[in-house]
């Protein structure tokens, strides 16, 4: 499945982040400009999953919801986030048409099926603190689902099988296989919990480029990773294809693609890994060499 998405995204630390995944529907942050950025194709988002309530993550959700606001937009953020409530409020105060939209608070651990095919599994992460049982940041994995005929079939005849599928239906003759299509960190430190290890797809944040520039005694610099964080973490990893994204604006293209290239021949990392610059809009990524 994830060689033939198309993902079109923005991200720069500190003024915008978003991730638009045509063939899911789905929208990962709605930072500043992305309706501007994806135009008509801002009608195919169904589904928006906001990680978390800072300003370079939600600054387009007031336009991209007037723009696209209809039944069946569904919005999903952290539960314990006041901030969407009081948009979705005032969204409607503003703009009365928008109250199709449904705007959905999720916890930690929970899932969302999307389709029959698709379920979000959604993933505590460390940026924002919270109390213990507190959710205000998540990251999101998709799960592309299918049915495998169960073992005990393998031998039977088309007829037998169609004749239990008849009576019983699809649940005693299959069982759910599932594959991690893609998951979104959002902006997080990084984890060696191996929650990322069977991703074909992995969109991580690499907010500096070295683990030294990360300051432990500046609480707000703490809550990012950096690329050699990101680049040591995926060497033991089963991941196909690494995007990078969230860069801080103070590197250039040049700085990013070193650093790329130097931390893939460290780790003996062959994988596709990409990268969203600074300032750029990257637009069917997946088929962009670094």
Known sequence: MSNHLTITGYSTALFSTWYFV???????DCGD??????????????????SHADRDHVAGLLQFNQLNARAGLKIYYPKDCGSFPAMAEFSARFDPHVSGTQWIPLEAG???RLRHDLIVRTIANRHVPAEPGLVKSLSYAVDAVSRRLKSEFSGRSGEEIAAVHQQLGDSAITDEARSTALIYSGDTPIE???????????????TFLTEAEIDP??????????????????AGSQIKTLVLGHFSSRYSRDQIDEAIAREMKQHGISIAVRRILPGQTARDLLRKST
């Not at 309706?35 to 988002?45: D, E, I, P, T, Y």
């Not at 990322?196 to 944040?205: C, G, K, S």
């Not at 707000?220 to 995926?234: C, E, F, G, P, Y």
């Open 110 to 112: 929970q899932e969302v």
């Open 22 to 28: 045509s063939e899911f529907g789905i929208l990962f």
């Open 192 to 206: 060696r919990d191996g929650r990322y290890d069977e991703a074909e797809i992995l969109i991580h944040e690499a």
């Open 217 to 234: 005694e500046n609480p707000k610099r703490n809550k990012h990773s950096s690329l050699d964080q990101v680049m040591k973490m995926v």
């Open 33 to 50: 400009g992305v309706s501007a950025g994806l135009l008509q194709k801002a009608r195919k988002v169904n589904h928006v999953f906001i």
